[in-house]
């Protein structure tokens, strides 16, 4: 078992940034892959970004892409998002999630783990 808790979410105008971050519990993080998606409301679970247990393997969503970065401090048992250039549309919770394969792809249902989410909130 893995527990996951998502913290650093707020409210900020367009064009701010925030950081959020991932604290793992319950198991060791080694091997494990991490995401990161939000879900905003009416709309389903859209995946933002990924990382591999051994930060070799990124990825991330196009509408993402240069304005997020995802990392992980495997010491800590932590992974983060740091989201620049914030816009209105990608205000939604955003949940981190956990795949003990390592795999860091975009698929929902390929993760094992999932927090509870925190929310953002982008104003124009």
């Known amino acids: 078992q893995v527990q996951l808790v998502e913290s650093g979410g707020g409210s900020v105008q367009a064009g701010d940034s925030l950081k959020l971050s991932c604290t793992a519990s319950?198991?060791?993080?080694?091997?494990?892959?991490v995401g990161w998606f939000r879900q905003a409301p009416g709309k389903g679970r859209e995946f933002v970004a990924a990382?591999?247990?051994?930060?070799?393997?990124?990825n991330y969503a196009e509408s993402v892409e240069g304005r997020f970065t995802i990392s992980r401090d495997n010491a800590k048992n932590m992974a983060y998002l740091q989201m620049n250039s914030l816009k209105p549309e990608e205000t939604a919770v955003y949940y981190c999630?956990?795949?003990?394969?390592?795999?860091?792809?975009?698929?929902?249902?390929?993760?094992?783990?999932w927090g509870r989410g925190t929310q953002v909130t982008v104003s124009s």
């Open positions: 999630a956990a795949n003990v394969m390592d795999i860091s792809n975009a698929a929902a249902g390929e993760y094992d783990f």
């Open positions: 319950g198991r060791t993080f080694s091997g494990i892959a």
């Open positions: 990382i591999s247990w051994n930060i070799h393997s990124t």
